[in-house]
C-alpha cells in the first residue's frame, strides 16, 4: 500500500478534509490498489467527480483529473471518453450526487453502455451539506430533512443501474476493502459501463443521527449485514432478510458506445469517398 500512496496520491494536497472516521479514505485506498495491480498509465488515465465529500477524491488522487459540478460528473465523464476513447475514464460520486441530481446522466450512460467505470460512495445521506436524505437514505432512517425517519422507499443502486443497462455492475464495503480493490479492477478490465457501490460510513452525518456511535460501529454492521453473492444463492428468504448483497451481482455483453460512435463515423466516411 505504501507504494500506492505515494504513486497515486498528490503528496502536496494531504491532509485530506475528511472527518476521522469516513469511509471515503478506505475506498480511495482500495481505488489505488487497484490501479496498481492494473498498472495503469497515469497519463492515459482521467478520474473525474461531482461535487461532495466523495467527490474530494479528484484532489487527492494523482492522475488527469477534473472535479466538476454536483450531479454532472458522468456527463463530463462522456464528453472526455467521446473525445478520446483510448483514455481510461474513471468516475466517482455520492449517493445524493449520483442518484438524485444526476440520476438521469446515470441511467443515460448505463443505457449507452460507454466504457467509463463509476465508483459510487454510497454513505446513505448528503455528507458535505450536512446530513439530508438522498434516495438511498434507507426508509425509516433519519436525515435533517427527515427528522422523523424517511417515509420514502430507497433505490436499490445496483437494481436501478441493472435494469438501465449498465453491463458490469459490483456492491462492495468498507469493511471488505480487499474485496472492493478486486470489484475496481474488474470493472475497470470490462468494456462496457461498469459500477461499483461502495457502501461507506458517514458518522457525523448520518451515524449519529442513526444509534451508531463511531465509524467502527457502522463498519460492523456493514460486516454483519453484508452477504456475499454466491452465499446468499444458498440462502432462504428468510435468512436474507435485512441483509445486502455484496460482489459481482451483474455481468452481460452489449456494444459499447464509443466502438458504436466511431463505427459510425467510418461508415458515413466511407460513404463520402
Ligand atoms: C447544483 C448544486 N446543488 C446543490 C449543491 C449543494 N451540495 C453540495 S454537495 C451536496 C450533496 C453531497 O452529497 P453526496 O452526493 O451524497 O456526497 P457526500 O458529501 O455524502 O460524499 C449538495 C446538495 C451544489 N453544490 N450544487
Ligand atoms: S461529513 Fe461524512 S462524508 Fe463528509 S467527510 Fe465527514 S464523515 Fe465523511
Known amino acids: 500500500m505504501q507504494q500506492a500512496y505515494e504513486k497515486y496520491f498528490r503528496q502536496d494536497r494531504l491532509p485530506h478534509i475528511w472527518c476521522p472516521g469516513c469511509g471515503n479514505g478506505v475506498v480511495l485506498g482500495a481505488f489505488a490498489r487497484a490501479m496498481a495491480e492494473l498498472n495503469i498509465d497515469q497519463n492515459q488515465t482521467v478520474v473525474i467527480s461531482g461535487i461532495g465529500c466523495s467527490s474530494r477524491a479528484t484532489t487527492y488522487l494523482d492522475f488527469n483529473t477534473l472535479h466538476t459540478t454536483h450531479g454532472r460528473a458522468l456527463a463530463f465523464a462522456t464528453g472526455v471518453k467521446l473525445s478520446e476513447p483510448r483514455l481510461n475514464v474513471f468516475v466517482f460520486m455520492g449517493d445524493g450526487d449520483s442518484s438524485a441530481i444526476g440520476g438521469n446522466h446515470l441511467i443515460h450512460a448505463c443505457r449507452r453502455n460507454i466504457d467509463i467505470t463509476a465508483v459510487i460512495i454510497n454513505n446513505n445521506i448528503y455528507g458535505m451539506t450536512g446530513g439530508q436524505y ?16 424517511m417515509i420514502e422507499r430507497n433505490f436499490d443502486l445496483c437494481e436501478l443501474v441493472k435494469g438501465a443497462g449498465a453491463t458490469y455492475v459490483a456492491r462492495g464495503t468498507t469493511y471488505h476493502a480487499k474485496q472492493l480493490t478486486d470489484l475496481i479492477v474488474a470493472g475497470a478490465k470490462h468494456k462496457g459501463f461498469s459500477l461499483i457501490e461502495a457502501v461507506s460510513q458517514c458518522p457525523v452525518s448520518y451515524g449519529r443521527r442513526n444509534k451508531m456511535k463511531n465509524a467502527l460501529e457502522m463498519v460492523n454492521w456493514a460486516k ?5 453473492q454466491k452465499a446468499a444463492e444458498k440462502m432462504t428468504p428468510a435468512e436474507l432478510e435485512g441483509k445486502f448483497l455484496i460482489g459481482e451481482l451483474h455481468q452481460s455483453a452489449a456494444p459499447e458506445y464509443t466502438a458504436e460512435y466511431d463505427k459510425l463515423i467510418a461508415k458515413l466516411q466511407g460513404g463520402i469517398a
Request: glycine share 10%.
Open 134 to 149: 438522498s434516495p438511498l437514505t434507507p426508509t425509516g432512517k433519519k436525515a435533517t430533512t427527515a427528522p422523523y425517519g
Open 224 to 228: 454483519e449485514h453484508a452477504v456475499n
